[in-house]
């Protein structure tokens, strides 16, 4: 039922709820009302079974069984998926697939080569997170397959957009997205709707529909960003809110070629949160991409789920025993801030990080989540004192009210109460004299 219906709402509306002579007829197959409830919210069972549902029920479950997004898998080395979208807002629960980031380039252009390893090229990471582009959109300009086996070679998802149904055909094998003026040959495959009118897009969709094709994604080519943003919105609220089946597929926007990378920027981040599953960019810069990585990973994070890493001892700079021990807990922000300091020394550390459910330091410790007790497990789980000669712990500085309490919990141990900002942590570690005999 997606979660819209309960097994107590559905059971209102059977015969035993109803204290009707039928109840509990065990005609479904379950013993009673109650049970062939349960089991319809968990799809486990159909509507069918029950021949005293009345009509009412069935048209709700019909309703609530409805695609609000359809969701695709695209690609055929490295996968991703677009749509499967529930929800208007994040907060209500969580978008599901961040955006789909396309580069667009032209298969005979003189210097393609270079272009698609320039492209290539592009990875940050962050949180935890490697970020790469996502797709090629490629036109065809000539050496139209040879450009696209190259592409698909470099892991890239392809966008494939040719009027050249034979040269479609044989590149069918690696599970493009294809956009051509005849699709009658591309039924089974993903296609591409594009109008600059809204009434025509919802009508083209609905004569897809009606003509057999299997996967559709929605291009609306409006006059400006306002526009486009405007229309967005439309298509989402009418498949999120009233299930309207022609707009019930993902969306790409292509954003036009342009001098001003900081209006592109602005651009692509309104695209990215008002609900563009593909932004295609004709423009192709590093700092641009990095900063939209940044706001994609913001908003594709589960609002409900803090953001953690592995509990574990992480070794830095290939440490030894002559190197630091420095601890925090695992919440994500706080690691990497604490761990690309910690990797700007030129000398390895050990960094120890605590399971704290993915709090920062004060939260987790004010949540019981970072105790003296917890530590100590820690430190002894991962057999830490093998690791170095001096037996000294450096805590966050926010914690210095621990330190007695750690001392105790952690015999033999130094606790030794550290900065509070992570950027100083490089010259207090130093400080102590640690790398002078490296």
Request: a negative charge.
């Amino acid at each position: 039922m997606s979660g819209e219906l309960s097994g107590l709402q559905i059971f209102k509306y059977l015969p035993a709820a109803k204290k009707q002579e039928c109840a509990n007829c065990k005609k479904c197959g379950c013993p009673t009302c109650m049970a062939f409830s349960l089991k319809l919210a968990k799809n486990q069972i159909e509507i069918e079974k029950c021949p005293y549902a009345p009509e009412e029920l069935r048209s709700i479950i019909l309703d609530a069984v409805k695609v609000k997004q359809h969701e695709y898998t695209i690609g055929s080395k490295n996968i991703v998926k677009t749509g499967g979208e529930t929800v208007l807002f994040r907060h209500d629960k969580t978008f599901v697939n961040k955006t789909v980031f396309a580069i667009s380039l032209n298969s005979g252009d003189s210097d393609f080569d270079e272009k698609l390893r320039r492209v290539g090229n592009f990875q940050i990471e962050r949180i935890g997170d490697v970020f790469k582009v996502d797709a090629v959109y490629l036109k065809d300009t000539g050496n139209f397959i040879q450009a696209a086996k190259k592409v698909d070679a470099e892991g890239f998802v392809l966008i494939l957009e040719s009027d050249d149904a034979e040269s479609l055909e044989k590149l069918k094998e690696v599970n493009p997205v294809i956009i051509t003026k005849d699709p009658e040959a591309f039924k089974e495959n993903l296609i591409v709707i594009s109008s600059d009118n809204p009434d025509n897009l919802e009508r083209l969709s609905s004569q897809r529909i009606k003509d057999g094709y299997k996967k559709i994604i929605l291009n609306p080519k409006m006059k400006n960003i306002s526009e486009t943003v405007e229309m967005l919105t439309y298509i989402r609220r009418m498949a999120i809110q009233e299930k309207f089946e022609p707009f019930t597929f993902p969306v790409m926007v292509k954003i036009p070629q342009s001098d001003n990378i900081a209006k592109t920027t602005a651009e692509a981040a309104l695209l990215i949160c008002r609900y563009a599953n593909i932004i295609v960019f004709e423009d192709f810069d590093e700092a641009m991409l990095a900063s939209l990585c940044t706001l994609r990973q913001n908003i594709y994070t589960n609002p409900q789920k803090p953001l953690q890493v592995e509990s574990k001892v992480y070794e830095i700079n290939e440490p030894d025993k002559n190197s630091p021990v420095v601890l925090t807990t695992n919440f994500a922000l706080t690691y990497f801030a604490v761990a690309n300091e910690l990797e700007s020394l030129p000398f390895g550390s050990y960094l120890v990080v605590t399971p704290s459910d993915g709090m920062s330091v004060l939260t987790a410790w004010s949540a019981d989540k970072f105790t003296a007790e917890i530590v100590a497990k820690t430190v002894k789980k991962y057999n830490l004192e093998e690791k170095v000669n001096k037996k000294s712990i450096i805590i966050p500085g926010l914690l210095s009210h621990m330190k007695e309490e750690l001392e105790n919990a952690l015999e033999g141990w130094e606790i030794v109460v550290g900065t509070i900002e992570a950027c100083e942590i490089p010259e207090f570690i130093q400080s102590l004299g640690y790398g002078k005999n490296s």
